[in-house]
């Protein structure tokens, strides 16, 4: 089969919004004269510095709204989701130097577990990792048996990065809640994508990351309910109410803010015209390719954010033919990332070795056109067809897959 | 997006000898499914002249598998048998032009499965003794697996020792970490790390605190003569040469100055991203060798002699 050749738009097809978003001209608007004219030190007493702290406080106030928090005191800007996810945890751990257990999932982004194996090798903290099934959803009984009085800090993510897979965040931070546990949840994903109101929430933290929805890279905030017992881990200065010390970055801190006041406006967009444009995408390549399914919770996950796992073939060589046509994806295969097992989420979901390494992530953003799903669903079906005519797996003028047994080492 | 070589993207969007080969009188079959890689290689050898006559082969894998196992194919077409087993890895990547680190792996598989396929042509049981793990030292392409043999076989208990054995972490010195951690497992498991004695807390383990031993004074290294240092300097970098020739570079003095020491890379060496790690090879054999500490030092920055 050959790929048809239809027109590649100019600027490419960027269907990997989950990994980052392009910053809205509006966005870069509002940032520019922070570089250049107001460039004060916000803690300064003149008027340069006077003028950014204004910048700042209104870029609070947009960051407060998109959560529905209560308070804009509650938002602690950061460097972005990691920092926004290590400082929770670390911060509640040390706050509660008696309580030696910490709850998560098995599907948490490396920010939330490579910190926790951490904990557990070298500071002996019992970590309760829950499990998932096949379709991504969290083991609630288990969740249950983990939760004690023991448990500092329960920190589980608001929707999966590969799969867009959503948890019920408001019924585990309620069961946490009521055995005294902190409740904090990696909302990377979700902010701009699903309405919030902190303020009525049972969730104590929230980390949010401003290059995934349309802010810069390097820029993130920490929500931290009012009243929370709190210990800052960078020490200096006395920014950020001494919560984070560090000359803010303002120029980044008014883009979020401009962002966050975007995503608001938009949201509403988001499930409405792009959830249609993913799922037209989504039902497309599944009548189109054979062997290929929907991996997470179709159900219950992202409006933008479709995985397909094609089975018998290997992601890398998905994403480098995509490329070829000008459509950036990811994928959950071990060869993209360097190392030599497939993604930890399609493992923990139990999806087979063999459609795991052919998982592809497509997420749109409110940037996505009609025209450009309309190539990929045209160049995707001839792309799978290529591949698995040079797989030993897979029969190919039978178009399904064959018995093939390799020396495995 | 991994750094290809156009060779690789050449043997990736258009392999050659892809399919089924139905005369095949050889056929090896490898991989490692978690690891997302299975190959099959299919061979028709002339019984009288033992020549590989065709190839084809099919591959489960990312782009640079597909790209080795393409290269391999055309590589061994119009080979004998044993011509075609003098082939290794390497001969795979650099017919490629060169593959990412984490990527040696797919060459090996192309390797193996060349292997199985003779194997199974001269009616013999191929087995696999390839073991593989998570990248460890990215400039010198070695894994875990590689490091916990040397740490088990030799018994080594510390970084600079796995270094010295394998190489990792010799150049830029970012895996530290994840190598400590090899070798604490390795260590945890064959009970050579004991646990301290436990205590109540707050209380201190009077059985811990022993007299500290005597330390012995350190033999006075004999003093050099300018013309026995400078020999003894000259014969250590010798002995380097043949192993770095072997990488395709040659090392050369060019001059000593106290404790610096300036030498000249060349050949292979020369605008060799682990060029660093080299020097630094170089400057470990010589503060072994003179029992001093030297420092090693590029030509390029000898400062200009006055007058």
């Not at chain 1, 920092?83 to 599907?107: F, G, M, Q, W």
């Not at chain 2, 056929?27 to 299975?38: H, L, M, N, P, Q």
Request: charge should be negative; include cysteine.
């Amino acid at each position: 089969m050959t790929i048809p050749n239809t027109t590649i738009p100019n600027r490419g097809i960027y269907l990997d919004n989950n990994a980052t978003t392009r910053v809205d001209p509006d966005v870069l608007a509002e940032m520019l004269p922070l570089f250049t004219e107001h460039f004060g030190n916000p803690s300064s007493m003149h008027a340069f510095g006077a003028a950014v702290g204004g910048k700042i406080e209104w870029a609070r106030k947009q960051v407060q709204a998109l959560l529905g928090a209560a308070h804009d005191s509650e938002i602690v800007f950061t460097s972005g989701g990691t920092e926004s996810d290590n400082t929770a945890i670390l911060s509640i751990i040390e706050a509660y130097p008696k309580k030696r257990e910490i709850v998560t999932s098995v599907v948490e982004h490396p920010a939330v577990l490579a910190l926790c194996d951490y904990l557990e090798k070298k500071r002996d903290y019992k970590i309760h990792r829950i499990p998932v099934d096949g379709k991504g959803n969290l083991d609630i009984d288990a969740y249950r048996a983990a939760l004690s009085d023991q448990v500092a800090i329960v920190s589980i993510m608001w929707a999966n990065n590969e799969t867009g897979t959503i948890f019920p965040i408001e019924e585990l931070a309620q069961m946490a809640k009521a055995v005294g546990a902190v409740f904090h949840t990696d909302a990377v994903q979700a902010v701009g994508k699903i309405p919030m109101k902190l303020a009525d929430s049972a969730v104590d933290m929230l980390s949010l990351s401003g290059h995934k929805l349309h802010a810069p890279k390097g820029i993130g905030a920490l929500y931290v309910k009012r009243g929370l017992r709190f210990r800052p881990m960078l020490r200096g200065g006395h920014q950020e109410r001494s919560r984070r010390a560090g000359t803010e970055n303002a120029p980044a801190i008014v883009g979020l803010g401009a962002a966050a006041h975007l995503a608001l406006s938009h949201m509403g967009e988001e499930n409405t015209r792009v959830k249609a444009q993913r799922d037209r995408l989504e039902q497309a390549i599944l009548a189109a390719v054979p062997a290929c399914f929907v991996t997470g919770n179709p159900d219950h996950r992202l409006p933008n954010t479709c995985n397909i796992a094609f089975e018998f073939i290997e992601g890398e060589a998905i994403l480098l033919l995509l490329n070829e046509q000008g459509i950036a994806a990811s994928s959950g295969s071990a060869c993209t990332s360097g190392s030599l097992e497939p993604s930890h989420v399609m493992r923990a979901m139990g999806v087979p070795y063999t459609a795991a390494h052919g998982a592809t992530r497509f997420s749109l953003s409110r940037d996505t056109t009609d025209a450009e799903i309309d190539h990929v669903i045209a160049v995707v079906p001839g792309i799978i067809a290529k591949l698995r005519s040079l797989s030993p797996y897979w029969q190919q003028e039978a178009g399904k897959p064959k018995e093939f047994a390799p020396v495995y080492s | 997006m991994w750094n290809y070589t156009d060779k690789v993207k050449e043997h990736f969007f258009n392999p050659k000898n892809s399919g089924v080969l139905d005369s095949a009188n050889a056929v090896g079959e490898v991989g490692s499914i978690t690891c997302g890689d299975a190959l099959r290689l299919m061979l028709k050898v002339d019984p009288d002249t033992q020549v590989i006559l065709d190839a084809k082969f099919q591959t489960f894998g990312c782009g640079s598998a597909i790209a080795s196992s393409s290269a391999l194919t055309e590589m061994i077409i119009g080979k004998t048998v044993d011509e075609a087993l003098t082939l290794t890895n390497r001969d795979i990547a650099e017919y490629l032009g060169g593959l990412p680190p984490e990527k040696m792996h797919c060459s090996v598989m192309g390797a193996e499965a060349l292997r199985a396929a003779i194997a199974n042509y001269k009616g013999e049981e191929w087995v696999d003794d390839h073991e593989e793990g998570e990248l460890i030292c990215k400039c010198f392409g070695v894994d875990a697996a590689m490091i916990e043999r040397a740490v088990t076989v030799n018994g080594l208990t510390s970084l600079e020792e796995v270094t010295h054995y394998t190489k990792a972490g010799g150049s830029c010195q970012t895996c530290h970490e994840k190598i400590e951690e090899v070798l604490e497992a390795v260590m945890a498991k064959t009970g050579a790390l004991k646990p301290a004695a436990k205590h109540t807390p707050g209380t201190v383990g009077l059985d811990a605190i022993k007299p500290l031993p005597a330390k012995p004074e350190p033999a006075a290294a004999p003093k050099l003569t300018n013309v026995q240092r400078m020999q003894a300097i000259m014969s250590a970098i010798e002995e380097m040469r043949p192993q770095i020739q072997r990488d395709g570079g040659d090392v050369e003095l060019v001059d000593i100055d106290g404790k610096d020491i300036y030498v000249r890379l060349t050949g292979a060496c020369s605008g060799c991203s682990q060029s660093a790690g080299t020097m630094m090879g170089v400057q470990m054999k010589l503060v072994e060798a003179l029992g001093e500490f030297v420092r090693v030092k590029p030509a390029s920055l000898m400062p200009a002699h006055a007058g």
